[in-house]
Structures are given as structure tokens and as C-alpha cells.
């Protein structure tokens, strides 16, 4: 059974730093890894999807990178900003029967001015 | 483009009663629809999934119930509400299987 882990669980940086957020899976079996924005009360905001055959997906200060042979997937995101603040989901994908995705518990970001 | 709703937003209810939550998507055919929920300090569970009209699978044994009668509507249910059912409710579609998911803004259900 795919397991997927987020480290760390919370961080908190000044204004413009450089982060990277870190998604491990125990499956590399993987068909997909998709990359969630969550905030408080809310729906989850699809980020960045990584296809199996791709290793990285870029969108605007977003970036995200997937290792299946090592299990990790990582979203980097530059310059941050005080409205970057949010819990942040990685999904893997199961290839193979119903490709349903297992997430990960999240990395909570606060950006503080 | 396509579009999800999810209502109630909020929704308070005591022990025992019924629960009907309903889901939506506009501007796509033949979605494959979800229903997760997330407790606090936990991640998201899948309760449900559909991949057509009448087509349900369930995840995870409990008293929740879900159905689908129209190609995008996706209705969770319960005879009879327990205190554990309290959580956060999320919709979510895509267009095919392991393609990306889309999600709605989530019920808050809480039992009293």
C-alpha cells in the first residue's frame, strides 16, 4: 500500500526566501504526483502535476520535481511571499487498477513580512 | 470551463440524524467523482469514488453512504449521524483515472 510522507509538517521563514517542501512515497510504482495549495477552510488548489514519464513541472515560482527511483518528489518555490501562506499536499498516484492517489498529511507554511 | 460546487458550506448536526451532502461539476462529461474527508491533524481519506451513473466504490466501511444519479452529481448520505462523523467534507473530480484531481470548497460538518 503506497504511503506518502511530507517533511517538514510546518515552517515558518521570512519574506523571500527560497523553500523547498519535501514528498517521499514507499511505491515507486507511481503514475502521477500532483501538488495541492490548501488554505484555511477551503478546497484544495491543484499547483503542479508531474506525469510518470516527466521529472519536473515549473509554474511561475513554482517548481516540482519527481525521483521515482528514489521516491521523492520536491516543490520549490522561490522568492516567498506573505500570500504564499497555506498548507501545501503532494498526492502519488497508484499505477495500475483504479489509480486512486494517497496524500500526505501536508507542510504547513507561514511566510511572515 | 469546468466548475465544481459543494453545499452546504457549513452544516451542523446532532447525533443521530440524517446527513445529505451534494456535489456538482459543470462544463465536462462523464467526470469520475469523489468524496474524501479531512479530520483535523489527519490527511485526506477517500470515502467514495464514481466512474459513472450508478457506479460507486467504496473505500472505507462505515455508515456513509453515497450515490450518483445524474452524470455529475454526487450525493454523500447517512441514515444516522455518529460524534466521529464530524470532519471535513471535499468533492473532487477529473476526466479519467490518475488524470489531476479537482476539488470543491468542502463541507464543515460538525455533530453535536
Known amino acids: 500500500k503506497q504511503e506518502v510522507t511530507q517533511i517538514p509538517a510546518a515552517l515558518s521563514v521570512p519574506e523571500g526566501e527560497n523553500l523547498v517542501l519535501n514528498c517521499s512515497f514507499t511505491?515507486?510504482?507511481?503514475?502521477?504526483l500532483q501538488w495541492f495549495r490548501q488554505d484555511p477552510g477551503k478546497g484544495l488548489t491543484s499547483l503542479l502535476l508531474?506525469?510518470?514519464?516527466?521529472r519536473e513541472q515549473t509554474s511561475g515560482r513554482l517548481n516540482a520535481s519527481l525521483d521515482k527511483s528514489s521516491g521523492r518528489s520536491t516543490l520549490y518555490i522561490a522568492a516567498s511571499q506573505p500570500g504564499d501562506s497555506a498548507t501545501y499536499l503532494c498526492?502519488?498516484?497508484?499505477?495500475?487498477?483504479?489509480?486512486?492517489?494517497?496524500f500526505g498529511r501536508g507542510t504547513s507554511l507561514i511566510v511572515h513580512p | 470551463s469546468q466548475t465544481i460546487h459543494q453545499w452546504p458550506a457549513t452544516l451542523v448536526q446532532p447525533v443521530g440524524s440524517p446527513l445529505s451532502l451534494e456535489c456538482t461539476v459543470e462544463?465536462?462529461?462523464?467526470?469520475?467523482l469523489y468524496w474524501y474527508r479531512q479530520a483535523a491533524g489527519r490527511g485526506l481519506q477517500l470515502l467514495f469514488y464514481?466512474?459513472?451513473?450508478?457506479?460507486i466504490s467504496s473505500e472505507v466501511p462505515q455508515n456513509l453512504s453515497a450515490s450518483r444519479p445524474q452524470d455529475r452529481q454526487f450525493i454523500l448520505s447517512s441514515k444516522k449521524l455518529l460524534l466521529s462523523d464530524s470532519g471535513f467534507y471535499l468533492c473532487?473530480?477529473?476526466?479519467?483515472?490518475?488524470?489531476?484531481?479537482?476539488f470543491g470548497d468542502g463541507t464543515r460538518l460538525s455533530i453535536l
Open positions: 473532487a473530480w477529473n476526466v479519467g483515472l490518475g488524470q489531476p484531481q479537482h
Open positions: 462544463g465536462t462529461s462523464n467526470p469520475n
Open positions: 508531474i506525469q510518470s514519464s516527466q
Open positions: 511505491d515507486s510504482a507511481i503514475y502521477n
Open positions: 464514481s466512474v459513472g451513473i450508478g457506479q
Open positions: 498526492a502519488g498516484y497508484a499505477s495500475g487498477g483504479s489509480y486512486i492517489p494517497t
